[in-house]
């Protein structure tokens, strides 16, 4: 296939022996930006975290999604819910940040809602006709958990999210997520598209350059790992020798091994990329995984979260070792952001064209065909993207 062959978004949908990648637009372009916010995020199932990040009634946290202001809350029947998060008085913000209350309550004139979502009170209303009170609850969120994991449907339209994943619990049994705790939560902000923090996270190829100091002495072995593509997400698992979760000069100072893991899975880390927009790795004594948020084409925020085994963080030496992991992890993460704005700078380039992949891409790969088979037929995206079909 020839360069120019390779503007038809049919050229992504190949095999990853035979595919070209997305074309540059898919990275820079506002206006296709726009498409991915309504058709992929809005439509899709969404990670914001994980069970144990509000652990009370009451226990809430603000943030906003595809342009979507919304609101996260434990009610008083311990359940995790989701609401739009906009006064249904006159569209003040209710919430903002993260913290604990009894009720939430509009910070402009005061119309008060239950953690059940329902409006209680709203004061001066008794002269306006026909009001009722139960006509005005916050719309709620299609919400779902598995594995400890939250994740919501901002459209309403999707098909259940055990349907989306197909194997993905029993495929990641042996780590038993569901008993992870979150120990740190960051955030950063990055200066580029969301889609490819999440590819450089889910391949080997950039190791021996980016991280040629520092991960790349990890010792992976990326002969052995192999792409799992059942359901609405991507794996793939590589041998290692020790934890993948720390550098080399802190080897000694690691966690046990997590007691339900086999031979195999004990000595090596898997990597899991969930559709859209959520990324996690599984290694031999923990767990750490990241929430996205798009910004702008050339704008991401997302959240690391570093997450063990309840017994690893009742050790009393807990909080000393952990620094060698979360050490790891902004190290690496440094690096990665460093070439990743840098790739955004080239991809915004005029002269930039469609490449190939490296058989060490193959998670790239897959998501990017995933993402071209729901571009292929949408004229809108194709005409943002400056492609045919």
Not at 20 to 33: G, H, K, M, N
Not at 55 to 74: C, H, I, K, W
Not at 298 to 309: A, D, G, I, K, T
Not at 351 to 368: D, H, I, Q, T
Request: glycine fraction near 6%; proline fraction near 4%; include cysteine.
């Amino acid at each position: 296939m020839t360069q120019s062959q390779a503007s038809g978004i049919d050229a992504v949908r190949k095999d990853r022996a035979h595919a070209w990648t997305l074309p540059p637009r898919a990275f820079s372009s506002s206006r296709y930006f726009r498409w991915e916010q309504a058709s992929l995020i809005r439509d899709g199932w969404h990670c914001v975290g994980r069970v144990d990040h509000l652990p009370a009634p009451g226990d809430y946290r603000a943030f906003e999604l595809a342009g979507t202001p919304l609101v996260m809350v434990r009610d008083r029947k311990h359940e995790l819910r989701v609401y739009s998060n906009v006064c249904r008085h006159r569209g003040m913000i209710l919430a903002r940040g993260e913290g604990s209350c009894r009720r939430l309550q509009c910070p402009f004139h005061g119309w008060t809602y239950d953690l059940d979502g329902s409006l209680v009170a709203a004061a001066l209303m008794d002269q306006t006709e026909d009001f009722d009170k139960n006509d005005f609850g916050l719309p709620e969120i299609d919400t779902a958990e598995t594995l400890g994991f939250v994740f919501i449907n901002l459209s309403g339209n999707a098909a259940p999210l055990e349907a989306e994943l197909g194997d993905f619990e029993s495929v990641h049994a042996p780590w038993s997520l569901q008993d992870m705790v979150t120990t740190r939560r960051k955030r950063f902000d990055v200066k580029c598209n969301w889609k490819l923090f999440l590819q450089v996270f889910m391949e080997y190829y950039h190791l021996p350059v980016v991280h040629a100091g520092t991960l790349a002495d990890i010792r992976y072995q990326p002969a052995s790992a192999e792409v799992h593509d059942r359901g609405c997400y991507s794996s793939l698992f590589g041998l290692h020798e020790g934890t993948g979760a720390v550098l080399e000069t802190d080897g000694s100072s690691t966690f046990d091994t997590i007691a339900t893991l086999g031979a195999v899975d004990s000595n090596g880390s898997r990597y899991t990329h969930v559709f859209p927009s959520m990324a996690f790795c599984s290694t031999r004594d923990c767990m750490w995984f990241y929430e996205c948020y798009p910004v702008s084409a050339n704008e991401s925020v997302f959240y690391m979260n570093s997450c063990f085994p309840k017994a690893t963080t009742e050790r009393d030496d807990f909080e000393t070792v952990a620094h060698a992991y979360y050490d790891r992890w902004d190290i690496a993460l440094a690096e990665d952001i460093d070439v990743l704005e840098l790739q955004q700078t080239g991809l915004e380039s005029p002269l930039a064209k469609p490449g190939r992949y490296s058989w060490m891409e193959s998670g790239v790969a897959y998501f990017e065909r995933w993402i071209a088979e729901r571009v292929k037929d949408d004229s809108n995206a194709l005409e943002a993207l400056g492609v045919s079909p």
